[in-house]
DNA sequence: TAAAAATACTCCATAGGTATTTTAT
DNA sequence: ATAAAATACCTATGGAGTATTTTTA
């Protein structure tokens, strides 16, 4: 036998009136059940909860020691279908993000200031790592959502959804003491310095991107440095490493030494989405990608 | 309608055999009446708690967010009978205890120790009080036990209970400096001093009982200061303000310049007891009292 | 098609009601 | 004498069982 949360309110209301007769009334029944069921929790209790007299009952010391808890544990059993449908409407929860370095440049903090503003009790898990790593991550249901370069691989598509939210050219960044007078915007025109460039191996179509546009002019750079992190890549054109191709947003990174150059000669965009899991119901997640649409 | 801890142990299995034909078997009972509850509770909720679909079922946010409370509660309920229990054994409670300065040097502090060490649960309140704010205490119910010194007033004494504790003699109190040479036990040696003595509006039994002394032997002294606390009555006996009869535990209160001097020509002792309502029935009191009976 | 949840119905345990007794003031 | 709790007994709601249907992987 178990202690049901029915008993715990007749006691309470007993405890309160002091009189089973008017409890009973207040509980809208009548009072030989209300005994009973206080005879009964007193059983499962091991303990008397009442100095009973015909005339006038009183606590014992069972019951006054159990007065707060059975009312507290009712006041939070009442606050349960709150606590669910806030839950159900992504107004509480937990969101696991990931994020590549330069998602930290551009769609990332406005988002993420508007989503905190609008349910500030969900608990954001920020991660920052490449979009390879963010699609295993979305494979084995890890994070809820990633921000990350295309493209979704094949074997994924069927798991994953994917929506565009940002494109932006490649623009040059530059140490300024290399740079050329007078709005050098050619690409060619920098085609002896050597390239910062993300790892292959780490992010395969960023990679190839912005190799690509020195393809397409002729031109075969030479790889100085590799760096995964966008403002390792700009610390590296800082120190005179050699020159990078970087979303136009990263130009929002100021650094001293560093210029950021528009180019004229390449068509190069960098495309920055959403992804997450086609079977992810999670209503926060829902809640983020609303959001998102919206901006 | 309102939630029943019974649908919450249903819930609590549902969600973690994560299977309705389990979970029933978990809890001795048939599949069906087990979906209906969960069904029941979701409508009082007014969330759903899992993803249905005939082969699996998963969590929903709310059910993620339920889970948690819900054992929490679970677990805490069924503490209740244990928490009950201890409080009817009087292992957790409080008790109001009052006690005369005097008991502060005998009676209280060893109760007290032993009690702390039985019932560590147990909240102590301690109020320093003469007899007759003790007894007013009593008569209202805001202290539960009273270390005084009698008589107990006849009007209360229908309601309150007494029990003797302790009987010390009376011994003198006297600046070191003033001592006759040589064991000299006689209060009649000293009867040119005047005396330091409590108030006898405060403390009219212990005052009367201690002129008595006095008068006994046709002395008639001089009080030359009034005292509520033992240890201002020394304080005062140190600054050569007069010489004082106090019970024999307070020479514990050691104090450099007082000396303690039993006497041999008065036979004047004081009485130490406890006091509490007839109509208490605290068991962390009875743990009390039974303490002290042991004593 | 097969496993599992939902539905339909049946039944009985027990919550709750009515009538009465007991008890303490 | 009376107010109030306990007891005895009855009623009926709804919790739980059995049989069956529906659903989807």
Known sequence: MSIETRQLRYFVAVAEELHFGRAAIRLNMTQPPLSQAIQ????????????RTTRQISLTAAGHALLPEAKR??????????????AAAGDIGELKLAFVSIADYSVLPP???????????????????????QLQALEKA???????????????CSIIDYRRLRVEPLILAIAEHRRKRKAATQLQTYKDLPIVLFPRKIAPAFHDRILSCF??????????QEAIQMQTIIALVSADMGIALVPQSV???KRPGVY????SDIQAEVEIGAAWRKDNESPVLKAFLNLLEEQ
């Open 142 to 156: 890890s994070i809820d959502v990633g921000l990350l370069i295309p493209p979704i691989p094949d074997h994924l």
């Open 111 to 133: 988002s993420l200031q508007s989503f905190r503003q609008r349910h500030p009790q969900v608990k954001i898990e920020l991660h920052e790592a490449t979009s390879d790593v």
């Open 215 to 224: 393809q397409q002019r002729g031109l075969t750079p030479e790889i100085s």
């Open 73 to 86: 544990l009712l006041q939070q059993i009442e606050s349960l279908p709150a606590l669910s449908q806030r």
């Open 260 to 263: 950021y150059q528009n180019l």
């Open 251 to 253: 130009s929002n990174l």
């Open 40 to 51: 009964s929790l007193e059983d499962v209790l091991g303990a008397t909860l009442f100095h």
